[in-house]
């Protein structure tokens, strides 16, 4: 379903170049998905080589990530200056890089296994150096600084749609959820990555709707702006009227023509008879 959403997207800026903000979202949801795949393949794997390498991909794509979610809400809402937008994107590319180029932070010596018993669920989890952890976590906390900024300046958006509002409340309770689940206070799996997906789903279904609504009212502005023409209807009574009054001329003249050559014999008889 994502990834559908994410062709048909591509399709509608396809379709007209003009909504830049389709194509950021299209790509967000992209990068989202390949997040979403990268993290499922961490868990109770058989080898745990193999989910190191999964790791890796899955903190390379979450910068990336980053770097849509936060031209999508620019090209959008207009929130963040240029240079801020070039600067975040220049950090999250360099961190991406590093990421995937630390062959020293990604073997088998800092990989640990993270159980929860009542699931039975395993996931394997590195240990990063402390700079690495400072530069993954500070990324992290942009990127829910940008949720937060489009939410104190766009709040009446939330409530204007259900749908969003819904899909922005999980998310942000998944969110803390995950962040007690991270310091073991709760023995449950992360959540927050499964309800980013009601939020996209949320964020999509506005667009749509919000679309659907700027292209009614552009449509009925361009009705009201438009001279107003007569239907058939209003010609009708003019139409019958002139018929009228030509079938009226045609009678009288049709009349006076009849009439003519009686006239002409009514007065050569008098003139007859007084002789």
Not at 145 to 162: C, E
Request: with cysteine; glycine share 2%.
């Amino acid at each position: 379903m994502l990834t559908f959403k994410a062709f048909y997207n591509l399709f509608l800026y396809y379709k007209n170049r003009n909504q830049i903000h389709l194509l950021h979202f299209a790509f967000l949801q992209i990068a989202y998905g390949l997040y979403i795949l990268f993290f499922t393949q961490t868990i109770n794997t058989t080898n745990p080589e193999e989910a190191l390498i999964w790791k890796r991909l899955e903190d390379i794509i979450l910068p990336i990530f980053g770097i849509f979610l936060i031209l999508f809400v620019n090209s959008y809402l207009k929130i963040f200056s240029t240079d801020f937008v070039y600067f975040y994107i220049l950090l999250n590319l360099l961190l991406s890089v590093a990421i995937l180029f630390d062959f020293n932070s990604y073997h088998i010596g800092l990989l640990h296994e993270k159980k929860i018993s009542s699931l039975g669920i395993i996931i394997y989890e590195t240990d990063q150096p402390v700079l690495v952890n400072y530069l993954y976590v500070s990324r992290i906390l942009t990127i829910f600084w940008i949720l937060f900024k489009v939410v104190t300046q766009f709040i009446h958006y939330l409530f204007k749609n259900l749908f969003l509002f819904i899909g922005f409340t999980l998310f942000c309770a998944n969110a803390l959820l995950d962040i007690l689940v991270t310091i073991n206070l709760i023995p449950l799996p992360y959540t927050s990555h499964f309800s980013f997906l009601i939020l996209s789903f949320s964020v999509d279904f506005f667009l749509k709707s919000n679309q659907f609504e700027k292209k009614s009212k552009e449509e009925f502005k361009q009705i009201l702006a438009s001279p107003k023409k007569p239907t058939a209807f209003s010609f009708l009574p003019k139409v019958k009227k002139i018929e009228y009054e030509n079938q009226k001329k045609k009678f009288i003249r049709s009349k006076s023509i009849l009439h003519f050559p009686i006239r002409i014999l009514f007065l050569f008889a008098l003139s007859v008879i007084w002789n």
